[in-house]
Each structure stands twice: as C-alpha cells, then as structure tokens.
Nanobody
Framework: QVQLVESGGGLVQAGGSLRLSCAAS????????MGWFRQAPGKEREFVAT????????YYADSVKGRFTISRDNAKNTVYLQMNSLKAEDMAVYYC?????????????????WGQGTQVTVSS
C-alpha cells in the first residue's frame, strides 16, 4: 500500500510563506499524478493543486493561483506545495493525495491514497 506523509505545516502570519512536503512510499510514485487538497473547519474538502506524473502539467484552484506552486521530485519520492502570500482563508488541514494514473486530476474522488494531513494556521 502507498503511504503518504505530509510535513511543513505550522503557524504563520498573513502574508507569510510555508512549504509543505509530502513523502511517498512505494515504487509507483514516479508514475502517479499527485494532488493537494485542504479542509477548513466547517467546510468540505476542496481542491488546491495537482501535478501530472512527470510534472509537465499542473492545475490550481482559482483561490490560490499566483500564490501557490506545486512541484515534485520523483528521485526523492516527494511532492511539494510552496505557499506564498498566505491569507487567513488559507487556514486549513492540507492533505496530499496520489492516484493510480499519471494524469493530473482536480477531483478528490479520482485519488486512491491520502496522507494524514498537516495543519496550516494563518494569523491575522
């Protein structure tokens, strides 16, 4: 089974930056599309960003375009989410996800494996 472990969350003031990491186990990471999702208190889990198996294709939620960047290092079995210009509304638990296909996807239902989540708290 694929295991995903997120890290890098924490407390940051509005306007600051954080870099989330997701380390994946297994030998299929390099062929899997990856995604980041988040869930704020009282809200449904929402799409943040996704990246194809080879990093050639990325998609972002409108709410984070221009501020967040998803990237991956297949040699390290790791996907990243660089978050800049953080806003109070970015506060949520962020989840890393992997799907069994290499094509980037924006819907949570297409992902097969999920990490435990990492908390991002933004103070204003």
């Amino acid at each position: 089974q694929v295991q995903l472990v997120e890290s890098g969350g924490g407390l940051v003031q509005a306007g600051g930056s954080l870099r989330l990491s997701c380390a994946a186990s297994g030998r299929t990471f390099s062929t899997s599309a990856m995604g980041w999702f988040r869930q704020a208190p009282g809200k449904e889990r929402e799409f943040v960003a996704t990246i194809s198996w080879n990093g050639a294709t990325t998609y972002y939620a409108d709410s984070v375009k221009g501020r967040f960047t998803i990237s991956r290092d297949n040699a390290k079995n790791t996907v990243y989410l660089q978050m800049n210009s953080l806003k109070a509304e970015d506060m949520a638990v962020y989840y890393c996800a992997a799907r069994s296909m290499g094509v980037a996807g924006t819907r949570s239902s297409v992902y097969d494996y999920w990490g435990q989540g990492t908390q991002v708290t933004v103070s204003s």
